[in-house]
């Protein structure tokens, strides 16, 4: 379900004339509302990586890697797609289809069955799969990196040579627009001409809280950076319940 965007406009202009902080105009939103909506969305990506670097431990806590594909997934023209990596049987590695956005990877096993990558370190796997200990109850599926766009996968049987694919993300959010009719001198929101933000509803505080902040800088006005600070404590706390 997308985010309304007269409820985030109300919402900012709301927080924004407290304490008579000022008016943001309906072209200072739109253009504020677009830039917070790529900023969320882009950040996506930057965790995906920081969390695709960490390995084991980014899933040690709720998955942080499964929620943020879910928010990605979530997100109105944008999808997920999975593609098919090429193998290379002259030096054993697999070449990742031009346009990779993430680090997620797959490997069918011999039953047909889906599994999700592990990334680990070469030495790492080379330690398991020559400890007769390990071995016996290595039934992951590993990679590690090889260069640019190339990795090489292993089980406990050896090389996989078959069946890697990786997700792929094509699309982007929508143009945000606050759509407007003058009204007696005011601007008065029009439906037919808006157009809601393209992320799902979970990410209403951080869309006002962006915008609060990206408002502050425009009119270098402290309080109003202040007041999405303070927007944004009371998110995290709830968050944290």
Known sequence: MPINVDTVYQTVQALANKEQRGYITPQEFN??????????????FYDLNAFHKKGEEARELADSVTHIMRKINLTQGVSINRANCIYNAVNNTWSLPTGTTTGRLFATDPSGMSKELRVMGMDEIDDLRNSRWHKSGFDEYVYFEDGYQTIQVWSGIGP???????????GMPGVVNWGYLIVNEQAIYNPATSNDFSLDASERADVVINIL?????????????????????????????
């Open 160 to 170: 996989v040579t078959s069946g890697i694919q990786v997700e792929q993300i094509a």
């Open 31 to 44: 253009l504020m509302a677009n830039q917070a909506q790529s900023d969320i969305f882009e950040q996506y």
């Open 213 to 241: 902040k990206l408002a502050g800088i425009s009119t270098e006005d402290p309080s109003l950076y202040q007041a999405a600070g303070s927007e944004e404590s009371t998110n995290l706390q709830q968050e944290n319940k």
